[in-house]
Each structure stands twice: as structure tokens, then as C-alpha cells.
Nanobody, 127 residues
Framework: QVQLVESGGGLVQAGGSLRLSCAAS????????MGWFRQAPGKEREFVAA????????YYADSVKGRFTISRDNAKNAVYLQMNSLKPEDTAVYYC????????????????????WGQGTQVTVSS
């Protein structure tokens, strides 16, 4: 079992920045690829970014590429999402997720690949 707790959400003006954090507890954190997803009201949950077990590989949705950066610190059992140049359409609940995988370079991007989820943190971007 892995428990995930997100933090760092809030209200920000368009063009601003936020840094989300996800703290993990439980089994060996470095054995998991990690991802961020988001869900806006009335919409399906969508992929945002993923990072491989060691942090060597990252993968982003086209909508956030160049603006968001995913990173992780295996010594602290944490994954982060730095969000810059935020837009109103980034408004959503952001979820952290963990995927136990034997492929150390893999960056999963589909919902059903992930084994554990956090409760989410709200990000609201005002225009």
C-alpha cells in the first residue's frame, strides 16, 4: 500500500505560478513511477505529467508542455509539479498517482495504469 497526500493548491491569477507537492508513505517510493492528473468540473480526469522511478524520464500532456515541470525526490518520498504561466483552463482538482512498475524508465500516461491515488488539491486560476 502507498498513501499519497497532495498539497500546494490554491487561488492564483492568470500568468502566476504554483508548486504542488505529493508526499508518499508506505512501500518503497523509488519503485513507483509517479504522475499528476487533473479533473475540471464536468470533465473527465486527464493526464498532466509523469516521471519515471529515478526521475530520468518525464512526459507531459501537450496542453502543459513548456509550462509545467514534474520532479521527484526519492530521499524525501515526494513528487512535485511546478506550474508556471497558469491559465484559467488549468483550473481543476489535481491528483497525484503512483504506478508500481518493473520498467525503471517508464512514464505511464493512462489512468488505468496507476495503482494508488491521492485525494486531490484544488487549483483555481482567475482571469
Amino acid at each position: 500500500q502507498v498513501q499519497l497526500v497532495e498539497s500546494g493548491g490554491g487561488l492564483v491569477q492568470a500568468g502566476g505560478s504554483l508548486r504542488l507537492s505529493c508526499a508518499a508513505s508506505g512501500r518503497t517510493f523509488s519503485g513507483y513511477a509517479m504522475g499528476w492528473f487533473r479533473q475540471a468540473p464536468g470533465k473527465e480526469r486527464e493526464f498532466v505529467a509523469a516521471i519515471s522511478q529515478s526521475g530520468t524520464n518525464t512526459y507531459y500532456a501537450d496542453s502543459v508542455k513548456g509550462r509545467f515541470t514534474i520532479s521527484r525526490d526519492n530521499a524525501k518520498n515526494a513528487v512535485y509539479l511546478q506550474m508556471n504561466s497558469l491559465k484559467p483552463e488549468d483550473t481543476a482538482v489535481y491528483y497525484c498517482a503512483a504506478d508500481y512498475t518493473i520498467n525503471s524508465y517508464y512514464t505511464p500516461s493512462h489512468l488505468n495504469e496507476y495503482d494508488y491515488w491521492g485525494q486531490g488539491t484544488q487549483v483555481t486560476v482567475s482571469s
